[in-house]
């Protein structure tokens, strides 16, 4: 069983910063394809961000590519997210993720990820 918990959200202005961070426990982190989904209010969870088990490869949704950054280090069972260039349209839930298996290209649908963080808020104001 894996288990995450979401760290590093807060409110911004526009065109700042924030990074997440995501721990994870149980199971063989370095068999994880892992991912940042984000939810709106009355709209679907949608994904961010999507990294390979070894770090070799990343993916992006169009919305974020150029001002957001997906890491991973697999020693210390942690993910991160860094968000620049923040947008009122990126405030949202955002949510850590993982699915078993070495799995590219990434699945960016939510309900193929068997495991997720509780969320944490990001609020960008204008």
């Known amino acids: 069983q894996v288990e995450l918990a979401e760290s590093g959200g807060g409110l911004v202005q526009a065109g700042g910063s924030l990074r997440l961070s995501c721990a994870a426990s149980?199971?063989?982190?370095?068999?994880?394809?892992m991912a940042w989904f984000r939810q709106a209010p009355g709209t679907v969870r949608e994904i961010v961000a999507a990294?390979?088990?070894?770090?070799?490869?990343?993916y992006y949704a169009d919305s974020v590519k150029g001002r957001f950054t997906i890491s991973r280090d697999n020693a210390k069972m942690t993910i991160g997210l860094q968000m620049d260039a923040l947008k009122p349209e990126d405030t949202a839930v955002y949510y850590c993720?993982?699915?078993?298996?070495?799995?590219?290209?990434?699945?960016?649908?939510?309900?193929?990820?068997?495991?997720w963080g509780q969320g944490t808020q990001v609020t960008v104001s204008s």
């Open positions: 990294i390979r088990w070894n770090g070799a490869n990343t």
């Open positions: 149980g199971g063989f982190f370095d068999s994880q394809t």
């Open positions: 993720a993982a699915v078993p298996g070495r799995l590219w290209p990434s699945p960016t649908q939510s309900t193929t990820y068997n495991y």
